[in-house]
Nanobody, 123 residues
Framework: QVQLVESGGGLVQAGGSLTLSCAAS????????MTWFRQAPGKEREFVAA????????SYADSVKGRFTISRDNAKNTVYLQMNSLKPEDTAVYYC????????????????WGQGTQVTVSS
């Protein structure tokens, strides 16, 4: 059974940085896409960034392009989201998700989810 455990959230001032981690276990992740979504209060869950475990191809939402970087450490089975130049509108619960196959920006296409980690950016 695939398990995803996020960590690294917290409170940061606008313009600051945070790095989120997603530790994956229980699967053969070379065939997986690992994706970060976020959900702000009263809003729908939205795509942030994705990485194909094999090959490392990445995709980003326009709202985070140039500020966020997704990466993976094969040896640790861990995916990271480096977030720079944070803005108050980045405040949300950030979720790590996984699926086999191609990248999808639709949350319902993902089979496996972590518990989420809160990121709060103060102005």
């Amino acid at each position: 059974q695939v398990q995803l455990v996020e960590s690294g959230g917290g409170l940061v001032q606008a313009g600051g940085s945070l790095t989120l981690s997603c530790a994956a276990s229980g699967g053969t992740f070379s065939y997986y896409v690992m994706t970060w979504f976020r959900q702000a209060p009263g809003k729908e869950r939205e795509f942030v960034a994705a990485i194909k475990w094999s090959g490392g191809r990445t995709s980003y939402a326009d709202s985070v392009k140039g500020r966020f970087t997704i990466s993976r450490d094969n040896a640790k089975n861990t995916v990271y989201l480096q977030m720079n130049s944070l803005k108050p509108e980045d405040t949300a619960v950030y979720y790590c998700a996984a699926r086999a196959g191609v990248v999808s920006t639709t949350s319902t296409m993902y089979n496996y989810w972590g518990q989420g980690t809160q990121v709060t950016v103060s102005s």
